[in-house]
């Protein structure tokens, strides 16, 4: 069974810095190309970043590039997100997940196969 165990959200002021952790099991997770995307309330989930199996090649939406950093460490089976100039349009649930393709730009939601339950983030201004 494919389990995502995502944790690091909170309520931080904008400026601010959260790093998110995403462990998973369950899968061969250095096959697999890993994402974050996000949702805001009364919004449609957006892709953020995406990572390739190797770690060696990532990709950012424009409305975080520049501040948010992806990386990935398949002896632990773990994603990370490091985001930093948090501002209050950055607040949403933030959900990892995992799914096979040669993308070159963030996937669309409907690309991925396995999904977290989310952790939530809250920019105040």
């Known amino acids: 069974q494919v389990q995502f165990v995502e944790s690091g959200g909170g309520l931080v002021q904008a400026g601010g810095s959260l790093r998110l952790s995403c462990t998973a099991s369950?899968?061969?997770?250095?096959?697999?190309?890993m994402a974050w995307f996000r949702q805001a309330p009364g919004k449609e989930r957006e892709g953020v970043s995406c990572?390739?199996?190797?770690?060696?090649?990532?990709y950012y939406a424009d409305s975080v590039k520049g501040r948010f950093t992806i990386s990935r460490d398949n002896a632990k089976n773990t994603l990370l997100l490091q985001m930093n100039s948090l501002k209050p349009e950055d607040t949403a649930m933030y959900y990892c997940?995992?799914?096979?393709?040669?993308?070159?730009?963030?996937?669309?939601?409907?690309?991925?196969?396995?999904w977290g339950k989310g952790t939530l983030v809250t920019i105040s201004s």
């Open positions: 997940a995992a799914g096979f393709g040669a993308w070159t730009r963030v996937p669309s939601p409907t690309a991925m196969d396995y």
């Open positions: 990572i390739t199996p190797s770690g060696r090649t990532a």
């Open positions: 369950g899968l061969a997770f250095d096959r697999y190309a």
